[in-house]
């Protein structure tokens, strides 16, 4: 058997829409010939907000090795905006209108 390794930053028991291909995916490759190996994040960047589905666990073949590695979370929005310039009360209203 062929082996891959697939990188997926979404990957079970992570959840959302950005899982479903990865897992689908890896849950096929068995079946033609391939054994795949998972390298994907500890912590999705949004505190949870993309939430966790434990169902897709059952997708994953049972030898399949996922290694989850610390991943660099990205800064919130608000720094940026301030970096450039936009103003904190025009964030806050949606707009991005600069200062």
Known sequence: MRRVLVIAYYFPPIGGSG?????KFV????????????????EAYGGGAEGRDETLLTDIPRNVQVWRIPTPQPQPVNRLARW???????????SLDSA
């Open 19 to 23: 899982t479903q291909r990865p897992v």
């Open 84 to 94: 450039v310039g936009w103003r904190g009360g025009a964030m806050r209203a949606g």
């Open 27 to 42: 849950k096929c490759l068995p079946n033609l010939g391939w054994h795949p190996f998972v390298i994907s994040t500890d």
